[in-house]
Antibody, heavy 122, light 109 residues
Framework: QVQLQESGPGLVKPSETLSLTCTVS??????????WSWIRQPPGKGLEWIGY???????NYSPSLKSRVTISVDTSKNQFSLKLSSVTTADTAVYYC??????????????WGQGTLVTVSS | DIQMTQSPSSLSASVGDRVTITCRAS??????LNWYQQKPGKAPKLLIY???SLQSGVPSRFSGSGSVTDFTLTINSLQPEDFATYYC???????????FGGGTKVEIK
């Protein structure tokens, strides 16, 4: 059973960089069938896709966040990470890491982490 | 960018009711449409993928249909555990962008 676990600071100051890591267990980030993604959800609001990375290191980011986002992968640790720069209070959200699978004609998210709340505040 | 619009944003229904949620894409997305269920404080759960395929373990009262730009999630005979928020998600573009709809909250009448 694949499990994903987010880790990182729960409080970040405005203008600083938010950094989170997702540790994958029960599966490998190096398997080519999957992409590894970050998704966020502001309190009381809907889901927003941030971006994803392939094991090779290729990435794709949401156009609205592209200028501030970096996603990287560490295959030796079976982890992938998110950096979001120049944060504001609008970046306060629950951040989820997730596995994206391409199969049966769709890119679908089949496994999610439990989510971690990151608050941007001075 | 492809935009996804869900309607209604919320609805009230009773146990046993049939519920229909719609999702409209701003341009064609073929059948690249998935549905998720989210309960408070929990991560979303995949229900339907590729418009109409039921994810393993999901009850058969859930079904999906549609094509091109208009899609529907139907819940037949609503159960107490189905009260939740539902999201559609597209992945049509190349490379794919995983755009979500705004969500539909299903509440108890």
């Amino acid at each position: 059973q694949v499990q994903l676990q987010e880790s990182g600071p729960g409080l970040v100051k405005p203008s600083e960089t938010l950094s989170l890591t997702c540790t994958v267990s029960g599966g490998s980030v190096s398997i080519g069938t999957y992409y590894w993604s970050w998704i966020r959800q502001p309190p009381g609001k809907g889901l927003e896709w941030i971006g994803y990375i392939y094991y090779s290191g290729s990435t794709n980011y949401s156009p609205s966040l592209k200028s501030r986002v970096t996603i990287s992968v560490d295959t030796s640790k079976n982890q992938f990470s998110l950096k979001l720069s120049s944060v504001t209070t609008a970046d306060t959200a629950v951040y989820y890491c997730a596995r994206v699978y391409y199969g049966s004609g769709s890119y679908l998210i089949d496994y999610w982490g439990q989510g971690t709340l990151v608050t941007v505040s001075s | 960018d492809i935009q996804m619009t869900q309607s209604p944003s919320s609805l009230s229904a009773s146990v046993g009711d049939r519920v229909t949620i719609t999702c409209r894409a701003s341009q064609t997305i073929s059948s690249y449409l998935n549905w998720y269920q989210q309960k408070p404080g929990k991560a979303p759960k995949l229900l339907i993928y590729a418009t109409s395929s039921l994810q393993s373990g999901v009850p058969s009262r859930f079904s999906g249909s549609g094509s091109v730009t208009d899609f529907t999630l139907t819940i037949n005979s609503l159960q107490p555990e189905d009260f939740a928020t539902y999201y559609c998600q597209q992945s049509y573009s190349t490379p794919p962008e995983l755009t979500f709809g705004g969500g539909t909250k299903v509440e108890i009448k």
